[in-house]
């Protein structure tokens, strides 16, 4: 990849996040606002707006805060999302599990840790299942 | 990975960030490994040692090995 081209791809990355913020922040105002709690709407839309201008302001500063916009990812960064990603995902099964523990104890069906639960079974078998024919 | 990526770089009168540019990786991955803190994938390491015209094995050891390949 030229580096011409790769300045044009950094530059559409730099403003992409700040723009997904902008939108997410724009959703959940809407849902609020559904939802008859314009006052939390309007707070969220604020913390997603402060979000993005630190994204955009610290964004050419910062590696860590470059990497997790995807501009000048490297391998070693891909490698850091990577393994970010996967103690995330644990932790986030381990409060599923703690969750459907502590339903079903209080007598109810497990609901919606259950399928929260069957949902992250069946893609991490399915992702097992596809990578392996990948290499 | 011990390597000897800070003498070849500093002889050539670069700079991390330099280096970092033609190879196409940040400063902070060349400072991670010559700081010993990341291994580069193989096609990274081939990078380095096509870039300095020497070869992967001159450049990166394996940790105890004596004979540095």
């Known amino acids: ?135 | 990975m011990r390597n000897n990526v800070r003498e070849l770089r500093s002889a050539r009168g670069l700079s991390q960030g330099q280096l970092g540019e033609a190879l196409r990786v940040s400063r902070q991955t060349i400072n991670a490994i010559e700081t010993e803190r990341y291994t580069p994938s193989l096609p990274l390491a081939l990078a380095f040692a096509r870039f300095f015209g020497t070869s992967v094995e001159d450049m990166f050891h394996v940790d105890g090995d004596s004979e540095g390949a």
């Open chain 1, 1 to 135: 990849m030229s580096t011409e081209i790769q300045k044009v791809r950094n530059r559409r990355i730099h403003w992409a996040l700040p723009a997904l913020c902008l939108l997410s922040g724009i959703g959940y105002l809407i849902a609020f606002s559904i939802g008859g709690n314009l006052q939390l709407g309007l707070e969220a839309f604020g913390v997603m707006v402060v979000f993005a201008v630190g994204l955009l302001v610290f964004g050419g500063r910062s590696e860590t805060i470059r990497g997790l916009g995807g501009a000048d990812r490297d391998e070693r960064f891909a490698m850091l999302d990577l393994r970010a990603t996967a103690y995330t995902a644990l932790v986030l099964i381990v409060a599923i599990l703690g969750g459907f523990m502590y339903e079903v104890a209080k007598g109810h069906s497990g609901s919606p840790y259950l399928w929260l639960g069957v949902l992250t079974g069946v893609t991490y078998l399915t992702c097992i299942a596809v990578l392996r024919f990948r290499g």
